[in-house]
Nanobody, 114 residues
Framework: QVQLVESGGGLVQPGGSLRLSCAAS???????AGWYRQAPGKQRELVVA???????NYADSVKGRFTISRDNAKNTVYLQMNSLKPEDTAVYYC?????????WGQGTQVTVSS
């Protein structure tokens, strides 16, 4: 059983930045890691995914503003979010896969508001 623990969410003004972290209890992110978000009343959506080799897939809405990175030695994946907009407000979840199982963090709230 792998546990994922997110941190770094909070309240930020439009145009501001936040860096989310997701620490895993095991080596789960070396092949695949993803960040999802879910806004109130909406379905959970993919923000970005990264696979072995470093290829990434960003949602159009965050391209050029968000950056995913990972530290395999620390079993941690990060999401740097810049130029935040009110529509980025959501609960953000990290996601990993291992041996055919999906693992999710508990979620961290990001609120973008003046």
């Amino acid at each position: 059983q792998v546990q994922l623990v997110e941190s770094g969410g909070g309240l930020v003004q439009p145009g501001g930045s936040l860096r989310l972290s997701c620490a895993a209890s095991g080596s789960i992110f070396s092949i695949y890691a993803g960040w999802y978000r879910q806004a109130p009343g909406k379905q959970r959506e993919l923000v970005v995914a990264i696979i072995r080799g470093g290829s990434t897939n960003y949602a159009d809405s965050v391209k050029g503003r968000f950056t995913i990175s990972r530290d395999n030695a620390k079993n941690t994946v990060y999401l740097q979010m810049n130029s935040l907009k009110p529509e980025d407000t959501a609960v953000y979840y990290c996601h990993g896969r291992l041996a055919g199982y999906d693992y999710w963090g508990q979620g961290t709230q990001v609120t973008v508001s003046s």
